[in-house]
């Protein structure tokens, strides 16, 4: 078949996030961003109030990215828990989870529906347990979609999660570190750097294990693997919170700070060099130790291939789409090695996208926020970068521009290992730079008339 | 397993009747959609008509081009249009907005209809969204038709009646002229891997003429004058058995419930449909097409048949028809099923299965993980087939798997779809790598938890 365009004539429009319609949201809603976290707490079953489509649809988006189980729960509204409320189907809903599968903590959030009619969500979970002792815990978290996106579900469930379980007392030899909405493979590395460095710290939220364990003879109810709430309790009294995201003002963080006095250490995504090198100098400060060897050992290589691969990817023009703070750290990252960032877009609305940008020394680039796949793709027509750093929902543009795609981010569901694909450190920036430079190289290779074998 | 749900599951030997058709246990983790969902699959393939989704980012984002729902001309099915619900409307309601997002739409895209759906949110606002899609349908000149899809309305069965209302004030708007005494509708197929083109090429070596397909391959035009033809066939009869009927009662037009899974129903679907013509001729080319068709398949089935002798499978589906085809193709190829599910299968549904399957085939009603985990485990089953949501729960105790659902890339219906799906089994069951899974590394395997 012809291959036909999805959007007829995408140069026609501007995108202007005043526009009546969203085509092509490059959003998805708030609970599927709380889910996330929730599966970075041990023994956490996420439960969604409201009509039980948002919960099946989350849990089918979230499996097509990371194929693992995704047991998520719904209250599952009916007509009439949208006239009467839905506090019944909450109370049998938490006690069933607890018969099937005794977790020590049920993640509530809400969906669009529950936020709307007024339920006192809060006030029902302290009823119950005040009526029933034998329920688990519940955490909850407001997260209506109308007022964000998965982004903001997400950091807004860290800080309910700190702001409901994390203590204060006398200060412990350890830190918090809470790395964003990244991969199970960047959790697993940072895990690693901070074992390197012999840094006690509590790595939040995570869920490298929960979404990317092995193959099992039994099914977990609950997949192993995650923060304790015991853990979560001692967050109150580490030394420091090392947070990631450039965008994030002030972010979950500042809950700590707040409550507990914990400073609030906040720093962009470690991707590239030189972000990397704050972040590990910021963990290795907090540790009290230089850089292990190991590390230093990365980085060199790193800088290696750099000069190795600079020709190619030297002035190539990028658009990058994502998360902001994932969007941001890429424009970075693709500055740092030379490229040109002409388009940095994302779907979600922080405002400071911008502001962040330059502060990474981004210069020059058209900035998107809050903006669909239509206008992205429009943009992306008119402006013809070389390359797109993006999610698989970038692939509709890419392929009717013939621009290459390297996948990055969430969600990346047209390809296999979305969770093992590594983004953060000196090891992560190597492998997303071999991985820009052979994507340029091959089209380049692909599209000549020679076709030589060697570079 | 809850106790609330023990009635809704039974093995096909037991006399008592399983208990079905009703809401799912809050907290039970269900398969199960919502109503949109329902609305959204059926009309989703129309792919030259705009389907706005009026609710919040949500409801849009996670159906959007989700379907291998394949179309010969426009793709506008393949975009996902929404009015993007922000706190302003929950506040002020959303029908300007409304108004406003098919002002922009519809002379940017030129569709020859729209469809509305309506959301949770929208409903729980009380957006008039008929008074829009009126007003709009005046202005544009083309029809705009709301469908009342609000998630929390019911399951997902109410969501295909709601996109069979819809379908209903389409139909009887076209000019029937010109078509003639052997023809067609074909409902409840999508077009998935392109299925609808195989199913019509048979049809048309019967010397049959396909008015319209509701909805795979579906033109607004062609099912304005659907009412034109002859005869309904309902496949997938769950989703579109409403619209049938109302079809025989408003324009006496009858129908069969068929299904083009697998040989044999296939096979019976065709010769129905012949009978239904009462035309030797007919009868004599379905005849040859079933005996062609069935001998370029029958080597390979036979040849794939001997590795998968004996091996267990287990399937979830959305509809019982599904279920039906598969238990019979799956004993075609030499398989037992172990496990039958369905998330909306009606009574007489699971009566039908109790006379197909083994006596101790579990028949389970709107299961969960949990339920299909222990049973696939118990019943050490060698392949578990379902959609994207069922896919972790055998993938992970390290069990193979088959979609048979809307995301999948192949091709199933019809004689060759069989071949396919026979193929499909054999290289997932046949795989090395099931040898290296923990369930296949320790001696033996119980076989008598998690019987109900
Ligand atoms: S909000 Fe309602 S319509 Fe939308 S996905 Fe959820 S249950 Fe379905
Ligand atoms: S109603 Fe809200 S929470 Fe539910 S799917 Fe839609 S956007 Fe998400």
Redesign the pocket.
């Known amino acids: 078949m012809s291959q036909i365009s999805l959007t007829p004539d995408p140069g026609l429009r501007t995108p202007d996030r005043r526009r009546p319609a969203t085509t092509n949201t490059c959003r998805v809603?708030?609970?599927l961003g709380a889910v996330l976290a929730f599966r970075g707490l041990r023994g956490c079953v996420p439960l969604v109030h409201?009509s039980q489509?948002?919960a099946t649809?989350?849990r089918r988006y979230l499996i097509s990215h990371f194929r693992e189980p995704m047991d998520v729960a719904s209250t599952s509204f009916t007509e009439s828990s949208t006239v009467f409320g839905g506090k019944s189907n909450l109370a049998t809903a938490v006690a069933n989870l607890r018969d099937q599968y005794a977790p020590e903590v049920v993640g509530l959030c809400t969906?669009?529906?529950a936020e709307t009619i007024g339920e006192d969500t809060r006030g029902i979970i302290r009823d119950l347990a005040a009526a029933d002792a034998s329920l688990p815990r519940v955490i909850h978290v407001a997260?209506p979609?109308?007022k964000g996106c998965q982004h903001k579900g997400f950091h807004d469930t860290v800080a309910a999660i700190l702001a409901q379980v994390a203590q204060g007392g006398e200060r412990l030899r350890q830190v918090n570190v809470l790395a964003g909405p990244v991969s199970p493979a960047d959790l697993r590395h940072l895990r690693e750097v901070l074992n390197a460095l012999g840094l006690p710290a509590i790595l939040f939220p995570d869920y490298s294990d929960t979404l990317d364990g092995p193959s099992l003879a039994r099914y977990e109810p609950i997949p192993a693997g995650g923060v304790g709430l015991d853990e979560m309790a001692r967050a109150g009294r580490s030394a420091c919170t090392i947070q990631f995201g450039d965008t994030l003002e002030p972010g979950p963080g500042a809950v700590l700070e707040a409550a507990h006095g914990v400073p609030l250490v906040r720093l962009g995504l470690p991707i590239g060099v030189q972000a990397s090198d704050a972040a590990f100098a910021a963990l290795a400060e907090a540790a009290g130790v230089p850089l292990p060897e190991s590390l230093a050992a990365e980085r060199g290589r790193l800088v290696d291939a750099y000069v190795d691969g600079h020709k190619y990817v030297s002035q190539r023009r990028v658009a990058v789409v994502g998360d902001p703070d994932l969007a941001v750290a890429l424009a970075g990252f693709a500055a740092e090695i030379g490229m040109v960032p002409v388009l940095v877009a994302s779907g979600a609305a922080t405002g400071r996208m911008a502001q962040a940008l330059a502060l990474r020394g981004v210069a020059g680039a058209e900035v998107l926020e809050d903006a669909d796949h239509d206008g992205i793709g429009a943009r992306i027509a008119a402006l013809k970068p070389d390359l797109i750093l993006g999610p698989s929902k970038s692939y509709p543009t890419a392929r009717a521009q013939s621009i290459p795609l390297v996948r990055v981010g969430f969600p990346v569901h047209d390809r296999i290992g979305a969770g093992r694909i590594l983004h953060l450190g000196y090891r992560g920036t190597q492998r997303l730079f071999d991985e820009v430079v052979n994507t340029l190289l091959a089209n380049s290779q692909d599209t000549s008339e020679t076709g030589y074998a060697y570079l | 397993m809850l106790d609330a749900r023990k009635s809704q599951v039974i093995t096909a030997g037991d006399a008592r009747a399983i208990v079905c058709d009703r809401p799912s246990v809050a907290g039970s983790v269900t398969q199960r959609a919502c109503t949109f969902c329902g609305s959204r699959v059926v009309l989703y393939p129309i792919g030259d008509a705009l389907h706005l989704v009026h609710?919040?980012?949500?409801?849009a984002a996670?159906t959007w081009d989700i379907r291998g729902a394949l179309s010969s001309g426009m793709q506008l099915h393949r975009n996902s249009f929404n009015t993007d619900i922000r706190e302003n409307e929950v506040i002020f309601g959303g029908e300007k907005k409304l108004a406003r997002a098919l002002r922009e739409l519809i002379p940017i895209h030129k569709p020859k209809a729209a469809f509305v759906y309506a959301?949770?949110?929208t409903g729980v606002i009380g957006d008039d969204v008929e008074a829009v899609c009126r007003g709009a349908t005046a202005e544009f000149g083309i029809p705009v038709i709301p469908v009342q899809s609000e998630g929390f309305r019911g399951t997902k069965k109410h969501g295909y009646s709601a996109a069979c209302a819809a379908l209903a004030q389409l139909i009887d708007s076209g000019d029937t002229t010109g078509i003639g005494p052997f023809s067609v509708n074909i409902l409840g197929d999508f077009n998935i891997a392109g299925e609808i083109w195989t199913i019509k090429s048979y049809l048309q070596r019967m010397g049959l003429e396909v008015v319209a397909s509701m909805t795979g391959d579906g033109r607004v035009d062609d099912i304005r004058r659907a009412h034109g033809a002859k005869l309904n066939i309902v496949q997938c009869a769950g989703s579109m058995t409403s619209l049938a009927k109302m079809m025989q009662e408003k324009y006496g037009i009858p129908y069969v419930q068929v299904s083009f899974f697998g040989l044999e129903d296939c096979a019976s679907a065709l010769y129905e449909v012949a009978k239904h013509f009462a035309d030797l001729a007919m009868l004599e080319r379905t005849r040859a097409l079933v005996r062609e068709e069935t001998a370029a398949v029958l080597p390979e089935m036979a040849r794939l048949r001997k590795d998968l002798e004996g091996k267990v499978a287990a399937l979830y589906v959305g509809g019982a028809f599904k279920a039906f085809s598969l238990v019979k193709a799956l004993r075609q190829l030499g398989m037992r099923v172990a496990m039958a599910g369905t998330q909306t299968g009606a009574q007489q549904d699971y009566e039908h299965l109790k006379e197909l399957c083994d006596a101790d085939t579990i028949l389970a009603d709107d299961s969960n993980p949990l339920e299909m985990a222990a049973w696939l485990a118990a019943r050490d089953v060698d392949l578990f087939i379902g959609g994207v949501k069922e896919r972790p729960v055998a993938y992970k105790l390290g069990i193979g798997f088959c979609d048979h659902n809307h995301e999948r890339k192949i091709g199933l219906a019809g004689f060759v779809g069989m071949a396919a799906f026979a193929r499909e089994v054999h290289a997932t069951v046949t795989s090395p790598i099931w040898k290296l899974v923990p369930r296949r590394q320790r001696p033996g395997c119980s076989n008598t938890e998690g019987t109900p």
């Open positions: 809603c708030a609970p409201g489509g948002c649809y989350i969906t669009c529906l997260t979609s109308f | 609710g919040p980012v949500g409801c996670y959301t949770c949110l």
